[in-house]
């Protein structure tokens, strides 16, 4: 079954740098969003994208975040200088634009493993 | 804004039945989602119910509530691989979370 992967699986960087997070999608799915987990807390939206443009975005996703879909299958989600809050979880999720394959589930959004952020 | 409701924890044991409630108000709904999510792993699909009544898939079920405004996961014949949290999840194209409920399954 196809899968929703993500680079890295763990990222350890300085505070205030620059870490650019990567998925690659279901080949044809056509939305995209990002979700963060803080340890022992919820899973929260970040952010989605569809038709190369921004959809929607949280109150969590200001101007140190940014996403783009560089080559048409990569999905990236960038934080320009890193706060020490910013260590958590970081899933990619991917959805079907159509209602085919599991049919009554067209809204499913299949999740990535994560990225382990830690911002030392 | 969003607010989703389940209980922190729920202890088991071994084949015995467990109910996990979620409660929520949103600006919008599009149905819901349960998840299973393992410690440092990501959510897993369980079921979803976008129309009132009851979704049944082998040892899970979900029950769905539009006018209440809730929903329960019932997960039967508990298994030791069942221990997790299990995620209430409302989408409005995107997905708001509840905090997750985990559920320990004793021997």
């Known amino acids: 079954e196809p899968e929703v992967t993500q680079t890295p699986s763990h990222q350890v960087t300085q505070m205030g740098q620059e870490v650019i997070l990567r998925c690659v999608p279901i080949?044809?799915?056509?939305?995209f969003y990002w979700y963060r987990q803080i340890l022992g807390q919820k899973v929260e939206f970040l952010v989605s994208?569809?038709?190369?443009?921004?959809?929607?975005k949280s109150e969590i996703f200001d101007d140190q975040f940014s996403v783009e879909r560089p080559d048409g299958s990569n999905f990236t989600l960038k934080i320009r200088s890193t706060k020490l809050e910013d260590s958590a979880m970081y899933f990619c999720a991917t959805k079907t634009a159509g209602a085919f394959g599991r049919q009554y589930n067209y809204n499913e959004q299949f999740f990535g493993p994560g990225t382990r952020l830690t911002v030392l | 804004g969003q607010n989703i409701d389940q209980p922190t924890e729920m202890t088991a044991t071994e084949g015995a039945i467990v109910q996990i409630n979620c409660t929520y108000q949103?600006?919008?709904?599009?149905?819901l989602f349960w998840y299973q999510q393992h410690a440092g792993e990501a959510p897993t699909f369980l079921s979803y119910?976008?129309?009132?009544g009851l979704e049944e898939k082998g040892r899970f079920s979900s029950f769905l509530s539009r006018s209440k405004g809730y929903s329960y996961l019932l997960l039967k014949e508990l298994q030791m691989k069942d221990s997790a949290s299990y995620l209430c999840a409302v989408n409005d194209y995107k997905l708001s979370f509840g905090a997750g409920t985990t559920v320990t399954v004793r021997a």
């Open positions: 994208f569809y038709n190369n443009e921004i959809s929607e």
């Open positions: 080949s044809n799915h056509l939305y």
């Open positions: 949103t600006s919008g709904f599009n149905g």
């Open positions: 119910n976008v129309l009132d």
